[in-house]
């Protein structure tokens, strides 16, 4: 089975601070996602990640950024936190087609 | 914008009976539409992909696509209380690299 496992369960961080969100597939998938899920939006895709060292904008990737060193490892990055980024990260992983296998999410609060 | 639009629910059916959710998409060019499931504080997972116009059946799953009317439908026969979760309509909006785009998706409840 496909295993996308992201570092944290649950994180609290302060206003300001510099957050790092952390994925890890291990089906050698070419493509990996980050999304945010919130009540009434749904899903929305933040940035994705077609190859190492490649990343792209999603829909709305203001005020993260990400990091893909190696193939594995998918990372989101908020710059400085702030209370409108709490919410539910969602990562993804997926093999040439859209077909997306999800972690089992970080729940942000950031206060 | 893009847009898939679902029903937000919820949609009560008791258990036995067919459950039907429906989903709209904006973009005539969408070719993959996809169904995730996802339970209260789990994340999503795939129960139903569709590529072609008609039905796809899967267990007691069937995905429905009808390009013409840009819509799909999944019905879930014999329901169970076990069905109830969210679920989540995804459709590949063709923009050079292929992403999905989700729908807010519809709560399902399953009585028993």
């Known amino acids: 089975d496909v295993k996308v496992t992201q570092s944290s369960r649950y994180l609290v961080k302060r206003t300001g601070e510099k957050v790092f969100l952390e994925c890890v597939q291990d089906m050698d998938h070419e493509n990996m996602f980050w999304y945010r899920q919130d009540p009434g939006l749904g899903l929305r895709l933040i940035y994705f990640s077609y190859d190492v060292k490649m990343k792209e904008k999603g829909d709305i990737p203001e005020g993260y950024s990400v990091s893909r060193e190696k193939k594995e490892r998918f990372s989101l990055i908020l710059e400085s936190a702030s209370t409108n980024q709490t919410s539910m990260y969602l990562c993804?992983?997926?093999?040439?087609?859209?077909?997306?296998?999800f972690g089992q999410g970080t729940r942000l609060t950031v206060v | 914008q893009k847009e898939v639009e679902q029903n937000s629910g919820p949609l009560s059916v008791p258990e036995g009976a067919i459950a039907s959710l429906n989903c709209t998409y904006s973009?005539?060019?969408?070719?993959?539409f996809f169904w995730y499931r996802q339970y209260s504080g789990k994340s999503p997972e795939l129960i139903m992909s569709i590529y072609s116009n008609g039905d796809k059946e899967d267990g007691r799953f069937t995905a429905q696509l009808n390009k013409a009317s840009q819509y799909v439908s999944l019905l879930i026969r014999d329901s169970q209380p076990s069905d109830s979760a969210t679920y989540l309509c995804a459709v590949n909006m063709v923009e050079g690299f292929q992403k999905l785009v989700f729908g807010t998706g519809t709560r399902l409840l399953v009585s028993p």
């Open positions: 993804a992983s997926s093999l040439g087609s859209v077909t997306a296998f």
């Open positions: 973009d005539r060019g969408s070719q993959s």
